[in-house]
């Protein structure tokens, strides 16, 4: 039989979901973590073992802007009320 990328990726899902399910995660570490190459997405806890993240960073208002507003704040251009 020959799977084509997408049904062995869907395989590979599978397999990570039931590791991850059966495993206790009992070593972790911070890492950061990127929803797509590039996009930081803040920081997170994931077991080393089966790669799920355990812990996440809260969600802050931070996560609500756009990259742009992102930028200007890590600059310290943050804008305030009173600017508008
Ligand atoms: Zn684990």
Redesign the pocket.
């Known amino acids: 039989m020959t799977e084509n990328i997408e049904q062995m990726q869907k395989r590979h899902e599978k397999e990570k979901i039931t590791?991850?399910a059966k495993?206790?995660?009992?070593?972790?570490k911070w890492m950061i973590y990127s929803w797509a190459p590039g996009h930081y997405g803040g920081n997170v806890r994931a077991?080393?073992?089966?790669?799920?993240i355990?812990e996440r960073e809260g969600i802050t208002e931070k996560d609500l802007l756009t990259p742009f507003d992102k930028f200007e704040e890590e600059r310290g251009i943050t804008k305030t009320k009173d600017d508008m």
């Open positions: 590791l991850q495993c206790k995660h009992k070593e972790s077991c080393t073992f089966c790669g799920k355990v």
